[in-house]
């Protein structure tokens, strides 16, 4: 008891060095294989330092490689306190071709990372009713997917995680062990890496100071 007191103590001072932002770990659950992808994209999302998430392994998940979603026994509470799980597949199959996830590169796992975060973010801010017609939605229109997914990654871009976003999606893209159809579905309801460069090009523009005097 003692023991663990003083220990706690030093093992969140080494984790902040480490990933010099404060990681409340009393509310993360990471599996070990995906920590130190997990921990650099969160060191992004500051605002997510009192969020409880679940990073969880899954042997598949329809579709996707990674998803984000809240829990469901924290859905009645107030969305302050919701509570949010992000599932990993472990196998990826895409139509025939297995990859596991130790295929993937760190950064490109960072990136997919950021994306969910990204989407917890985007769900944060919506209430319970809200979460809900979001949900049906999801599942009818894909113009509502891809308004979604835009926002996710706008999220990530907007937290400096850009070069993250655009090595995910280039490593999609670019990949010539995925099927056609799996990146063609990708090119339809997510945004390009040029769209990528464009958004972290206009977060550039923004960060620079204002020249008081200049404007019209
Ligand atoms: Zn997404």
Redesign the pocket.
């Known amino acids: 008891m003692l023991l663990t007191s003083f220990i706690k103590p030093i093992l969140y001072f080494t984790l902040s060095m480490a990933t010099a932002q404060n990681i409340d770990l009393d509310n993360k659950i990471i599996p070990k294989n995906i920590e130190q992808e997990a921990l650099e994209a969160l060191s992004f999302y500051p605002e997510l330092a009192e969020t409880a998430i679940e990073f969880k392994f899954k042997d598949n998940i329809k579709k996707s490689t990674m998803q984000a979603q809240p829990r469901f026994a924290s859905f009645f509470k107030r969305k302050e306190n919701r509570e949010y799980v992000i599932l990993i597949s472990r196998n990826i199959q895409i139509e025939g071709e297995r990859f596991t996830m130790d295929d993937i590169p760190s950064d490109v796992k960072i990136g997919w990372i950021g ?1 969910e975060l990204g ?1 917890v973010v985007d769900y944060s801010h919506r209430t319970n009713m809200g979460m809900l017609i979001f949900g049906l939605k999801y599942l009818f229109s894909s113009a509502h997917i891809k308004e979604v ?1 835009r926002a ?1 990654d706008t999220f990530a871009i907007a937290h400096g995680m850009g070069d993250y976003i655009l090595k995910t999606k280039n490593f999609i893209l670019d990949n010539a062990d995925l099927s056609e159809k799996y990146k063609e579905r990708i090119r339809r309801l997510y945004i390009s890496p040029e769209e990528v460069m464009e958004l972290i090009n206009e977060n550039k523009v923004h960060e620079e100071p204002e020249i008081v005097g200049e404007k019209d």
């Open positions: 994306h989407h997914e996710a």
